[in-house]
């Protein structure tokens, strides 16, 4: 009891301060994972010196902290805006787990001259992208919706193959006719749990009438937790089953949606932000220098060579442009998820799983800071990220949620066709408003007869039916203006 207080003050002391370095995080336009780790190196054994060495305590609360993750990534998906990606995604989710595992094993197998199954562990830790560093990327990048979709499908679902190669290469199974049906098991399986219990946990907690508000975004999140249990209790996937019962509960009408949305919202924060510090706690930076020529050439591998193999092989026959091939080669970002599939051959003791840990750390931190800074850039140079490009705000009303309705919000760029654009010229879809005009960081309510402007930004109304048919309008009149129809321009 003597300790209580001051494991619960510097407990709160580290979570104020990594809530706070998000802003920071979001203005240098970086992950806040990075922060979170330096947060756990700094009050690590080699600045505060607080111990953690605990393996296997790292790999369960590691996993525990990716189901959060994943619950608040499923609730927070929206089923509108991933379905145009869906194929690509799944095939991709699945092949590029296989591709990377083999091709950057082999490479590693020759380069770093490690063993056969080493050499494929490393390939399968590395072969995750994380759905937190994406998510937080991509969501304001200004990337089209059917783009950026199946990046963030991907990264929720590529969790569940990748932890299975990892786990079969930690405890040695054997390759033969059995292993492609149970893997096909565990993934089968593990969907049809998450579809179940999410479609079952909707229909429950919309006939239930709970005693307390506070109750329904605890009761989803455990329906989502139920889910993962299920699934690992029938030996298939419950990193699938818990991401998929997530989507299916956040794509419900529930009661007391927002207040859900915004419960999970805060449970994935807790959950990055523990397991970000806790991994740096358990790095030794003394460990570091002589993982950074291995680390580097891993990651190199992966992002440069595999993860573009992955890309075309699977899209192509989705007929996916050159140029969106190129940005889903560069947007597989890793995070959280490599590091802890990384403490799993640790735990089980298995010969050079420590240097498997501090390269994945040094993988996770290199290339995290090279491919988000140059992502923005690139997406604006191969055409698929538009300033214009509507975004959707996290929001806490209940009245839209009652109504169906979401809030958009579009900037207007130097150079568009919106423009001196009357709003009455706008003509956005019945179900839809220009509710608020912001100009020179002023907002005002537009008229009729208001005159849009360079830099403008709109807040707009709409209804789910009418939301795709505003952001196509959009686009159309931001490309051709207000006689964009009659230019055949449609902003598809």
């Known amino acids: 009891m003597d300790e209580l207080p001051v494991v619960l003050g510097a407990g709160a002391i580290v979570l104020l301060a990594s809530a706070f370095a998000v802003r920071f995080s979001i203005r240098l336009g970086l992950p806040s994972l990075l922060i979170y780790l330096g947060i756990g190196v700094l009050i690590g054994e080699a600045g505060l010196g607080v111990q953690f060495d605990d393996a296997t305590l790292m790999q369960s609360l590691g996993i525990a902290a990716l189901v959060m993750i994943l619950v608040e990534g499923g609730l927070t998906t929206q089923w509108s805006a991933v379905r145009p990606g869906l194929g690509p995604s799944i095939v991709l989710s699945v092949a590029a787990v296989v591709i990377t595992v083999v091709v950057t094993g082999a490479a590693l197998y020759w380069l770093l001259d490690l063993e056969w199954r080493t050499a494929l562990l490393w390939g399968a830790v590395l072969s ?188 192509t026959p989705f007929r996916v442009p050159w140029r969106e091939q190129a940005f889903l080669s560069w947007a ?97 879809p019945r179900g839809a408003s220009v509710s608020l005009v912001v100009r020179r960081g002023k907002g005002f309510t537009p008229e009729p007869t208001t005159r849009l402007q360079d830099d403008d930004q709109l807040l707009i109304v709409t209804t789910e039916a009418a939301r795709g048919a505003t952001e196509r309008r959009l686009r159309a009149v931001g490309r051709a203006g207000p006689i964009a129809r009659w230019r055949g321009e449609t902003g598809e």
């Open 128 to 315: 995750s992208t994380d759905a937190a560093a994406v998510f937080s990327v991509l969501r304001s990048s200004g990337i089209g919706r059917r783009l950026s979709s199946v990046v963030e499908l991907e990264s929720g679902l590529n969790d569940a193959p990748s932890y299975i190669a990892v786990v079969l290469l930690t405890t040695g199974a054997s390759l033969n006719w059995e292993l492609p049906l149970h893997l096909l098991y565990q993934l089968v399986v593990g969907a049809a749990v998450g579809l179940v219990i999410g479609w079952a946990g909707g229909w429950v907690l919309r006939r239930s009438a709970l005693p307390a508000t506070g109750l329904y975004p605890l009761s989803t999140v455990a329906m989502c937790v139920l889910a993962f249990s299920s699934a690992q209790l029938a030996s298939a996937s419950g990193l699938l089953a818990t991401f998929l019962a997530g989507l299916v509960l956040g794509n419900s009408r529930l009661p007391h949606r927002s207040n859900t949305l915004s419960f999970a919202e805060g449970l994935g924060w807790i959950a990055q932000i523990g397991v970000f510090v806790l991994l740096g706690l358990f790095a030794s930076p003394e460990r570091l220098p002589e993982a950074v020529v291995p680390g580097l050439v891993a990651g190199l591998v992966a992002v440069l060579i595999a993860r573009p193999l992955a890309v075309v092989l699977s899209t």
């Open 332 to 428: 597989g970002l890793r995070g959280a998820v490599p590091i802890v599939l990384a403490t799993i051959p640790l735990a089980a003791d298995l010969p050079g799983a420590q240097l498997l840990v501090d390269a994945v750390f040094v993988i996770v931190i290199v290339f995290t800071l090279l491919q988000t800074a140059f992502m923005t850039p690139l997406a604006r140079a191969l055409g698929v990220a538009s300033a214009e490009e509507p975004q959707e705000i996290d929001i806490d009303a209940a009245p839209l949620d009652e109504l169906g309705a979401v809030l958009l919000q579009a900037r207007i760029p130097r150079g568009s066709r919106l423009h001196g654009v009357y709003l009455a010229e706008l003509r956005v």
